[in-house]
């Protein structure tokens, strides 16, 4: 099972920009839909992107024309470019992936442990 290790977080001031990144364990993230979650203080867990085999993306409403996953197949990492953020971006943010055939089968509802793996998450505080 592929191991995930979240990093980058920290405070930011609204507006500004982070850039968080998931490292996998030795696993090549070629044939892994990965993706992005947060939860805040007393609230759910929210998806808010993912990047499927073929690089192919997708992005909550939240987060739309402000964050960017991207990937880099040669280090086995992922990435998520945050931009302009809002206090209402404060939380912790895990990354969570799971292999799949066809980038097809890539979306927000297949990340269920144990079949997807999960990262411990990293925190982020937007300050205003």
């Known amino acids: 099972q592929v191991q995930l290790v979240e990093s980058g977080g920290g405070s930011v001031q609204a507006g500004g920009s982070l850039r968080l990144s998931c490292a996998s364990s030795?696993?090549?993230?070629?044939?892994?839909?990965v993706g992005w979650f947060r939860q805040a203080a007393g609230k759910q867990r929210e998806w808010g992107s993912h990047?499927?085999?073929?690089?192919?993306?997708s992005y909550s409403h939240s987060v739309q024309g402000r964050f960017n996953i991207s990937k880099d197949p040669a280090k086995e990492v992922v990435y998520l470019q945050m931009n302009s953020q809002k206090s209402e971006d404060t939380a912790k943010y895990y990354c969570?992936?799971?292999?799949?055939?066809?980038?097809?089968?890539?979306?927000?509802?297949?990340?269920?442990?144990?079949?997807?793996?999960w990262g411990e998450g990293t925190q982020v505080t937007v300050t205003s």
């Open positions: 969570a992936a799971r292999q799949r055939s066809n980038s097809a089968h890539c979306g927000d509802g297949i990340f269920i442990p144990p079949l997807a793996a």
């Open positions: 030795g696993y090549s993230l070629t044939t892994y839909c």
């Open positions: 990047i499927s085999n073929d690089g192919s993306t």
